[in-house]
């Protein structure tokens, strides 16, 4: 490489580390967002607090509340004596769940006959009852099943042998933390690039490097190294947190992974580069760079899955490089992809780097201000 | 006498930077008299805006005493503060509110009385001639009227004591002219007492007492002309048929006995040292008819005297070495019919000059002239909206690379790399320029050495006095021995000492053959200059050779024009004529 170009790249990492302001940015958001998305972002439930209203009092009732008590995912908060008591628990949010057992619950049950339980659910968040409810589904599910066969009555007729592949617990982490990888690496990279030709316009050295004998497309390659450099550095380090600390298997070939990240890393770099060529000031090139980062990330299947979507918004996920990012990043972690399956995740990425690129090289010498 | 408005008494204080201490005061002890104009003038970094922050109870000392109208700032600073007007360099006007919701509110925050303000408007809208633009907004004023609304902000309860720091760096010679007839208006009228720190030494000559700052230090306090009265029979001009002024001022610069020379027009100014006496025929052995003509001494020379005995001399400017191609006197920039439009409006209206090789060419103007605009055309920075120009014969805009290593570029502002030392600066503009090994080895070197700057080496160049700042643009701007140069204000902010060290640089460059471009709006600049356009509003009022510009304002009362006044009578006879 022109050693003209180096000095600029060096530069460039001199300006980024040495001011205290930009040195904050590479080093909080990864601590803060690990925190946040590897602690507290997560899609299972736990310790959902339940109240047991139990008119029962007999055995068979007593096992069935052992087992929800029992769950990790539920914690039972209160034992109600009457009817009234369970509106108040709900209303307050003190409970998500009221598990009511008849008075006759365990005699029907001794006498062969089936009995009926009721579940009294808060429905404001409707996903959390949905998944509260299908947790308790599944203690039912083995209760009835223990029960019979300890009491010698036929099995149930259909019985569901469930295994999940890829995710043998369905541990929610496993899905989330790989995104993690993208998500990070997308804020960071976008916000030092934003920054970048901002910051020069701003102080006005943009115009002391125009003139110098550095062409456009130098200077921009000058500006992207340091964005490729830190993106993978920032990227290392949480795809080694999420083997080494959250014990997230790597499965696939991590030459195939950073191949993806490289293709993904020249198109973040490349958008903020272009948002850098339009800003004027640093302010504005922070607020180009969230106003793409939010829909970014929302449309990239990060959580909510890209098939849910409406199909006209389905279209616009396909010019969000974090989008094909995800795929790969989770195919190789949790499936074991190679080069060969990710092909169709690497070229739009690779279209989407090289015209934004593009446009910002051209926007350096054009934007008028 | 009456007692003082303001005294500070062994008044120090001193800040970090960057990790080290810097004493900005150093001891200071004046006394400013009332009810009468004082001007507070040094070099940067003397200590200036310190010490009217410190007057107006914004800072406190580290040690000493600061007394205003009689209250001690330590025991009452809010007592101060509401007594005292000051008007910071960079006032704080609200871009986005007109001019009378600036005026409410500056109006509300000093507490005047609704009952008052319908009087005081009016006298104050009417001194600065804002009264039309009541409505428009602060942002779209012009850099003179701004200054002159924060003037009138300051003003709307008038203060017993008013400061102002460097109120006029950046103004328009009509407003600069404006803004001190509304200074001695409240003087004369409201028997305020005037504190005043300002760059330029006309204005200094202009109060009714001067106090001397240098490096935190009282030089002296006296009245203008008592500071010259040691200069009477040491100041001379001197003027010798065939010899530039340029080229005989930088011969008369290195001559011992001579403490400053001066480019005056076509004449040198000189200054000489106590009990020397200067000999044309020693000083220019070569030209038996050169004559000295004794001038009396002005402020300026006592000034530059002054620093200059304090300083110890000044080392000439490095040797600059240029590979020139072409012959003195080719034509290097072409500019014809040029014009920029931004929207509807045109801030450069079609002008034409050409810059010959060597030439030291000055664009003149207010700010918002259209000179910056035409500079960053002819730099490429920008594209032209029509016309054609032309730099060494490309157009910068579409020419490759190599072009553009043929220029050197210092920008307005200062424009390096503030989080990065000195010398990281200069390395990046060394690489960025294609110097490699051993010419890079010794371009750094020089300068290191030619600009001083070996002690700054490792200090980071936004922490840098104002002065080396620019020495250290100046340098970076160097670095690839460029043969045309495009130096954009690059004396504004700078005090007198490094204005001449620039242009002592800037002449020995053209000397050998370097074209220099250069825009300025101190007016006396314009003498270093071989020729000259004078622009307003995007258009050329006057070009020529600076002698040529200053006859056409002679008349019978003023017949040694200024430049200063030379552009007034421009710009009067063109509002007269539309």
Same mark, same amino acid.
């Given at each position: 490489?022109?050693?003209?170009?180096?000095?600029?790249?060096?530069?460039?990492?001199?300006?980024?580390?040495?001011?205290?302001?930009?040195?904050?940015?590479?080093?909080?958001?990864?601590?803060?967002?690990?925190?946040?998305?590897?602690?507290?972002?997560?899609?299972?439930?736990?310790?959902?607090?339940?109240?047991?209203?139990?008119?029962?009092?007999?055995?068979?009732?007593?096992?069935?509340? %052992?087992?929800?008590?029992?769950?990790?995912?539920?914690?039972?908060?209160?034992?109600?004596?009457?009817?009234?008591?369970?509106?108040?628990?709900?209303?307050?949010?003190?409970?998500?769940?009221?598990?009511?057992?008849?008075?006759?619950?365990?005699?029907?049950?001794?006498?062969?006959?089936?009995?009926?339980?009721?579940?009294?659910?808060?429905?404001?968040?409707?996903?959390?009852?949905?998944?509260?409810?299908?947790?308790?589904?599944?203690?039912?599910?083995?209760?009835?099943?223990?029960?019979?066969?300890?009491?010698?009555?036929? %099995?149930?007729?259909?019985?569901?042998?469930?295994?999940?592949?890829?995710?043998?617990?369905?541990?929610?982490?496993?899905?989330?933390?790989?995104?993690?990888?993208?998500?990070?690496?997308?804020?960071?990279?976008?916000?030092?690039?934003?920054?970048?030709?901002?910051?020069?316009?701003?102080?006005?050295?943009?115009?002391?490097?125009?003139?110098?004998?550095?062409?456009?497309?130098?200077?921009?390659?000058?500006?992207?190294?340091?964005?490729?450099?830190?993106?993978?550095?920032?990227?290392?380090?949480?795809?080694?947190?999420?083997?080494?600390?959250?014990?997230?298997?790597?499965?696939?070939?991590?030459?195939?992974?950073?191949?993806?990240?490289?293709?993904?890393?020249?198109?973040?770099?490349?958008?903020?580069?272009?948002?850098?060529?339009?800003?004027?000031?640093?302010?504005?090139?922070?607020?180009?760079?969230?106003?793409?980062?939010?829909?970014?990330?929302?449309?990239?299947?990060?959580?909510?899955?890209? %098939?849910?979507?409406?199909?006209?918004?389905?279209?616009?996920?396909?010019?969000?490089?974090?989008?094909?990012?995800?795929?790969?990043?989770?195919?190789?972690?949790?499936?074991?992809?190679?080069?060969?399956?990710?092909?169709?995740?690497?070229?739009?990425?690779?279209?989407?780097?090289?015209?934004?690129?593009?446009?910002?090289?051209?926007?350096?010498?054009?934007?008028?201000? | 006498?009456?007692?003082?408005?303001?005294?500070?008494?062994?008044?120090?204080?001193?800040?970090?930077?960057?990790?080290?201490?810097?004493?900005?005061?150093?001891?200071?002890?004046?006394?400013?008299?009332?009810?009468?104009?004082?001007?507070?003038?040094?070099?940067?970094?003397?200590?200036?805006?310190?010490?009217?922050?410190?007057?107006?109870?914004?800072?406190?000392?580290?040690?000493?005493?600061?007394?205003?109208?009689?209250?001690?700032?330590?025991?009452?600073?809010?007592?101060?503060?509401?007594?005292?007007?000051?008007?910071?360099?960079?006032?704080?006007?609200?871009?986005?509110?007109?001019?009378?919701?600036?005026?409410? &509110?500056?109006?509300?925050?000093?507490?005047?009385?609704?009952?008052? +303000?319908?009087?005081?408007?009016?006298?104050?809208?009417?001194?600065?001639?804002?009264?039309?633009?009541?409505?428009?907004?602060?942002?779209?004023?012009?850099?003179?009227?701004?200054?002159?609304?924060?003037?009138?902000?300051?003003?709307?309860?008038?203060?017993?004591?008013?400061?102002?720091?460097?109120?006029?760096?950046?103004?328009?010679?009509?407003?600069?002219?404006?803004?001190?007839?509304?200074?001695?208006?409240?003087?004369?009228?409201?028997?305020?007492? *005037?504190?005043?720190?300002?760059?330029?030494?006309?204005?200094?000559?202009?109060?009714?007492?001067?106090?001397?700052?240098?490096?935190?230090?009282? &030089?002296?306090?006296?009245?203008?002309?008592?500071?010259?009265?040691?200069?009477?029979? +040491?100041?001379?001009?001197?003027?010798?048929?065939?010899?530039?002024?340029?080229?005989?001022?930088?011969?008369?610069?290195?001559?011992?006995?001579?403490?400053?020379?001066?480019?005056?027009?076509?004449?040198?100014?000189?200054? @000489?040292?106590?009990?020397?006496?200067?000999?044309?025929? +020693?000083?220019?052995?070569?030209?038996?008819?050169? +004559?000295?003509?004794?001038?009396?001494?002005?402020?300026?020379?006592?000034?530059?005297?002054?620093?200059?005995?304090?300083?110890?001399?000044?080392?000439?400017?490095?040797?600059?070495?240029?590979?020139?191609?072409?012959?003195?006197?080719?034509?290097?920039?072409?500019?014809?019919?040029?014009?920029?439009?931004?929207?509807?409006?045109?801030? *450069?209206?079609?002008?034409?000059?050409?810059?010959?090789?060597?030439?030291?060419?000055?664009?003149?103007?207010?700010?918002?002239?259209?000179?910056?605009?035409?500079?960053?055309?002819?730099?490429?920075?920008?594209?032209?909206?029509?016309?054609? &120009?032309?730099?060494?014969?490309?157009?910068?805009?579409?020419?490759?690379?190599?072009?553009?290593?043929?220029?050197?570029?210092?920008?307005?502002?200062?424009?390096?790399?503030?989080?990065?030392?000195?010398?990281?600066?200069?390395?990046?503009?060394?690489?960025?320029?294609?110097?490699?090994?051993?010419?890079?080895?010794?371009?750094?070197?020089?300068?290191?050495?030619?600009?001083?700057?070996?002690?700054?080496?490792?200090?980071?160049?936004?922490?840098?006095?104002?002065?080396?700042?620019?020495?250290?643009?100046?340098?970076?701007?160097?670095?690839?021995?460029?043969?045309?140069?495009?130096?954009?204000?690059? @004396?504004?902010?700078?005090?007198?000492?490094?204005?001449?060290?620039?242009?002592?640089?800037?002449?020995?460059?053209?000397?050998?053959?370097?074209?220099?471009?250069?825009?300025?709006?101190?007016?006396?600049?314009?003498?270093?200059?071989?020729?000259?356009?004078?622009?307003?509003?995007?258009?050329?009022?006057?070009?020529?050779?600076?002698?040529?510009?200053?006859?056409?304002?002679? @008349?019978?009362?003023?017949?040694?024009?200024?430049?200063?006044?030379?552009?007034?009578?421009?710009?009067?006879?063109?509002?007269?004529?539309?």
């Amino acid at each position: 490489m022109p050693w003209h170009i180096l000095a600029l790249a060096l530069k460039e990492f001199r300006a980024l580390l040495r001011d205290p302001r930009s040195r904050i940015v590479l080093i909080g958001p990864p601590i803060a967002q690990l925190i946040v998305f590897g602690y507290a972002a997560t899609f299972d439930l736990n310790h959902v607090p339940v109240a047991i209203y139990d008119e029962d009092a007999g055995g068979a009732g007593r096992e069935l509340i %052992a087992r929800v008590a029992g769950s990790p995912h539920f914690e039972v908060v209160a034992r109600l004596t009457r009817e009234a008591g369970i509106a108040p628990l709900i209303d307050d949010k003190a409970v998500l769940l009221v598990l009511h057992l008849g008075p006759r619950f365990s005699a029907d049950l001794q006498r062969g006959a089936s009995a009926p339980l009721q579940a009294i659910l808060d429905g404001r968040n409707s996903n959390t009852a949905m998944l509260a409810l299908s947790y308790l589904r599944t203690i039912l599910l083995d209760f009835n099943r223990d029960w019979a066969a300890r009491h010698g009555r036929p %099995a149930p007729p259909a019985v569901l042998q469930m295994r999940a592949w890829y995710n043998a617990d369905l541990d929610s982490h496993w899905f989330i933390i790989p995104g993690i990888v993208g998500l990070l690496t997308l804020v960071v990279t976008l916000v030092v690039t934003a920054l970048s030709v901002a910051r020069e316009r701003e102080q006005g050295t943009f115009d002391q490097l125009l003139v110098t004998p550095l062409r456009p497309v130098e200077i921009l390659i000058g500006k992207a190294l340091p964005g490729m450099v830190i993106g993978t550095l920032e990227a290392t380090f949480i795809i080694v947190l999420a083997v080494l600390w959250f014990g997230i298997p790597l499965r696939g070939d991590p030459g195939a992974l950073y191949a993806g990240l490289s293709l993904f890393l020249l198109s973040a770099v490349g958008i903020g580069l272009m948002i850098s060529a339009i800003a004027v000031t640093q302010q504005q090139a922070v607020l180009g760079a969230f106003l793409f980062l939010v829909p970014a990330v929302i449309l990239s299947g990060f959580a909510t899955p890209i %098939a849910n979507m409406p199909e006209v918004v389905q279209w616009i996920t396909y010019l969000d490089p974090l989008r094909y990012f995800l795929i790969v990043v989770r195919g190789v972690f949790l499936e074991g992809d190679g080069y060969a399956l990710l092909l169709d995740q690497y070229w739009p990425m690779a279209i989407i780097g090289g015209l934004s690129l593009a446009t910002a090289g051209w926007l350096f010498r054009h934007r008028m201000y | 006498m009456a007692a003082a408005a303001l005294t500070l008494d062994g008044v120090r204080k001193g800040f970090t930077r960057g990790g080290r201490r810097v004493s900005a005061l150093d001891g200071v002890s004046i006394a400013v008299r009332p009810g009468r104009v004082t001007g507070l003038i040094g070099p940067d970094g003397a200590g200036k805006t310190t010490l009217m922050r410190l007057a107006a109870g914004i800072l406190g000392p580290d040690a000493g005493r600061i007394e205003v109208l009689g209250i001690d700032v330590a025991e009452d600073p809010l007592a101060v503060q509401s007594a005292v007007g000051y008007m910071p360099q960079r006032f704080g006007l609200y871009e986005d509110l007109s001019v009378q919701e600036n005026l409410d &509110l500056y109006a509300d925050l000093q507490g005047v009385p609704r009952a008052a +303000r319908r009087a005081r408007y009016d006298e104050l809208m009417r001194m600065t001639g804002l009264a039309p633009f009541t409505r428009r907004l602060a942002g779209r004023l012009s850099g003179g009227m701004k200054q002159k609304l924060g003037l009138a902000c300051t003003l709307v309860r008038p203060p017993r004591l008013l400061l102002l720091d460097e109120p006029t760096v950046g103004v328009d010679p009509v407003s600069r002219r404006e803004l001190w007839a509304i200074v001695y208006a409240q003087v004369r009228e409201a028997g305020m007492t *005037v504190l005043l720190s300002t760059a330029y030494l006309d204005e200094a000559a202009r109060c009714a007492e001067v106090i001397l700052l240098h490096q935190g230090r009282v &030089l002296g306090q006296e009245a203008p002309a008592a500071f010259s009265g040691p200069l009477a029979g +040491r100041t001379f001009e001197m003027r010798v048929e065939g010899i530039p002024a340029r080229r005989l001022q930088a011969r008369l610069a290195d001559v011992a006995g001579i403490v400053d020379a001066l480019v005056a027009g076509d004449r040198v100014r000189i200054v @000489t040292a106590p009990g020397f006496v200067p000999d044309p025929a +020693r000083l220019l052995p070569d030209h038996p008819e050169a +004559r000295l003509q004794p001038v009396p001494p002005d402020f300026e020379d006592a000034f530059i005297a002054r620093l200059k005995d304090h300083d110890g001399h000044h080392r000439p400017p490095p040797q600059v070495t240029v590979k020139v191609s072409g012959s003195a006197g080719d034509e290097v920039i072409r500019v014809e019919g040029l014009e920029r439009r931004f929207g509807d409006f045109r801030a *450069v209206k079609g002008i034409s000059f050409r810059v010959r090789r060597g030439e030291i060419f000055g664009l003149l103007g207010a700010n918002g002239a259209g000179k910056t605009t035409t500079f960053r055309m002819l730099c490429g920075l920008l594209p032209a909206s029509g016309g054609e &120009l032309a730099v060494a014969g490309h157009d910068l805009r579409r020419s490759g690379a190599q072009a553009r290593a043929r220029i050197g570029y210092m920008a307005q502002r200062f424009s390096l790399y503030a989080n990065l030392t000195v010398m990281q600066n200069l390395a990046f503009f060394a690489a960025a320029y294609g110097l490699r090994r051993q010419r890079r080895r010794e371009r750094l070197r020089w300068a290191l050495e030619g600009f001083e700057l070996g002690a700054y080496r490792d200090v980071n160049a936004g922490l840098l006095p104002l002065g080396y700042k620019q020495r250290l643009a100046f340098a970076a701007a160097l670095m690839h021995q460029p043969e045309i140069l495009f130096l954009d204000e690059p @004396t504004s902010g700078v005090d007198p000492l490094a204005r001449r060290e620039f242009w002592a640089r800037t002449n020995a460059l053209a000397e050998a053959g370097v074209t220099a471009l250069v825009t300025t709006h101190f007016m006396e600049e314009a003498n270093y200059c071989d020729r000259l356009v004078i622009m307003a509003e995007g258009e050329i009022l006057a070009a020529g050779r600076p002698y040529e510009i200053r006859q056409r304002a002679r @008349t019978v009362e003023n017949p040694e024009p200024t430049m200063e006044d030379a552009f007034i009578a421009l710009v009067q006879g063109r509002e007269a004529a539309s």
